[in-house]
């Protein structure tokens, strides 16, 4: 949990845990909704989305996709996890198995993103998109391509698909977009450009753009934020800096070293940190890290 040390007024006034006004979009910055799209498509792209989440009829025939049935391996695997996680609610017998095969076949038979042609799919591999399975995981970690590489089929993908977690939200942009191309027809909604909200004003775009957050005011008194969210207040204000690490030692659960050096630097260094193997805590262990920043620049840490 990041810390920081404000300089405000000693009769400045904030909620405690609320985040500082200053720090907030002023509610006439915020854009309306785009009255002639919902996800900043074209109508040909809005459609598109809702074929691939099956909020529109879709049939695997379209694409030339197999269509899935209750025996379908990746669907029948689907059924028994699901039956075994919630017998209470499904029942744990074969009938109870095929029933949710059954439900979970006509569901992804619904579904464009479960039925890709092979043209989705070169797209997809195009814009690096299928990482898992065109790349292989490397000794340190990172992605190697496969070599050779990776030559996949719609079947693969479609079945990849049913397991894990399958396509994100940026796999159908993709999908979608390359579509529209393909058929010489708009991706993006006209109207918005394609973010989905419209200026409630002439030049509000601009204005929210130069927008910038104001601090609270400055004074001679002290007192601890947090600045995990946009910042807020998390102890009365003080008079001087002794009073401020007194509150933080009588009342936080702060040791008398920590919140003194918290106070002098104005702020944790980061919000986790480590030293030998230890983890410690960036405001309450602020002494302890002052002090090993310290040797490891003396090079002794
Ligand atoms: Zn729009």
Redesign the pocket.
Known sequence: MSREVKRVPVDFVWPLDQRWQGYLTPDHLLPDS?P??EH?LSPSGEYLFDLWHGKIPFHPAVTGSTLLTPATPQVRALAELHIAQAPDYYGADEFAICREAARLGALFNSMWCHHLAQEDVDALVAAGRLTELTHDRGAGGGWQPKDPPAALTAEQVNAWSLRGMGHDSMNARVVIKARCVREGVAYA?A??GGD?HVEAYPGQRAEAKAWRPTEPPAGDGWQLWESVTEGAPITPVFETADDLVAHLVAEEGFRPGAAKTLVEQGRTAGSICTAGGAVLHSALDADVINAVGADRKKGIG
């Open positions: 785009c002639d799209c900043g909604c109207t918005c989905g």
